[in-house]
């Protein structure tokens, strides 16, 4: 568990409250390439070692297909209270020692160093694996049913993804620079610490949906985000590693790099009120502010390219399920110091049981 944040006060001793600027709520689109499916699972699974496990010693990974629950079984309480029990909403930073407390990991980490026969026999097992635990996974979205090979699924996609961040191509793609109109409003109100790192995060919004249209897209890579951005087309992955990129700009342009955790980027599904996926992947931006993560829907693109914009704007539309639950699985944040380069932090908001 991490420390308790500091914030920052005001003269009187007190922090300040600024309220946010949630204008209404907004409907998450879907995003079904952000779910690895069998192909970028090979890839992202016999892609190599994860170089930070550190600790040699692995354990045989071994399936338990009983241990997942049936499919027709309905939760007695309400889903947001089931997964409410075991989320963590500061996350748990997945460090080596933390990763080697699951048998996959290890067994993960020990196949490299098998017979390229015997490794492949592991990859195809873990992809079966995944893809059945997927499909019960789909229909009884309960925390029972998370297993270690789901758990690294979505670990190998936010680590897969990391390629995508913190990229001087991104801000040249949308004419960001000191010249832009809501940089020199930013600077302007730069020394107006209340909602900075909202005013941050509506500036990069704004700039990125007022290239961008929604479109359902198939995969995620270096090469097709950069394509995407450039036709000005995405999903829920394009538009939020855009908007996390011209976040970290802004912040580097105002000379504010420790606002860049502020931030962090979100995978996760939706569930519905009788525990089943409403959505198969989503992708989000939380900025932290009055003392809480909020949640922001990247694609939320109501922005067009005659639409004047300014830090006024609307921009930080939160989402929220009445009934259902959105559970979070991972999270990156990036901190960045001048000196020290950038590091990159992977989170876990809701673990898998151990064996």
């Excluded at 600024?18 to 952000?34: D, E, F, G, T």
């Excluded at 519905?272 to 989000?284: F, I, P, Q, T």
């Excluded at 939320?300 to 699985?329: C, H, M, Q």
């Amino acid at each position: 568990m991490s420390k308790k944040r500091k914030h920052r006060k005001k003269k009187n001793g007190s922090p300040k409250k600024k309220k946010i600027n949630n204008v209404q709520p907004a409907q998450p689109r879907s995003n079904r390439r952000l779910w690895i499916g069998a192909g970028v699972a090979a890839l992202a699974l016999a892609g190599g070692s994860l170089y930070f496990l550190r600790n040699n010693e692995a354990s045989t990974y071994t399936s338990n297909e009983t241990s997942v629950s049936r499919a027709d079984e309905i939760p007695k309480i309400s889903v947001k209270e089931l997964w409410g029990k075991v989320y963590n909403d500061e996350g748990v930073h997945l460090v080596p020692e933390v990763l080697n407390e699951y048998s996959l990991l290890k067994a993960k980490k020990r196949s490299v160093s098998l017979p390229k026969e015997e490794r492949d026999a592991f990859e195809l097992k873990l992809i079966a694996d995944s893809n059945r635990d997927y499909e019960i996974f789909k229909k009884n979205t309960i925390p029972e049913n998370y297993t270690q090979a789901l758990f690294f699924k979505w670990f190998a996609t936010s680590k897969i993804n990391e390629k995508l961040l913190s990229l001087d191509g991104v801000a040249k793609t949308f004419d960001l620079d000191r010249k832009h109109p809501l940089y020199r409003e930013l600077k302007d109100n730069s020394s107006d610490e209340d909602g900075l790192v909202g005013k941050i995060l509506t500036a990069s919004i704004l700039i990125t949906q007022k290239k961008m249209r929604h479109k359902e897209m198939k995969c995620d890579d270096l090469e097709t985000f950069m394509r995407n951005i450039e036709k000005g087309e995405g999903d829920c992955s394009d538009f939020t590693y855009a908007i996390a990129n011209n976040y970290y700009t802004l912040c580097a342009m105002l000379e504010r790099y420790e606002l860049s955790s502020e931030i962090r980027i979100c995978l996760g599904v939706l569930v519905n009120k009788d525990a089943k996926m409403d959505l198969e992947g989503h992708s989000w931006i939380e900025f932290y502010a009055n003392d809480r993560w909020n949640k922001v829907e990247t694609t939320n693109d109501k922005i067009d390219e005659n639409t004047p914009i300014s830090l006024s704007t609307p921009a930080l539309y939160s989402f929220k399920s009445r009934t259902g639950y959105i559970a979070k699985f991972v999270s990156t944040r990036l901190f960045y110091k001048p000196k020290d380069g950038r590091a990159l932090k992977c989170y876990a908001h809701i673990l898998p049981a151990k064996d």
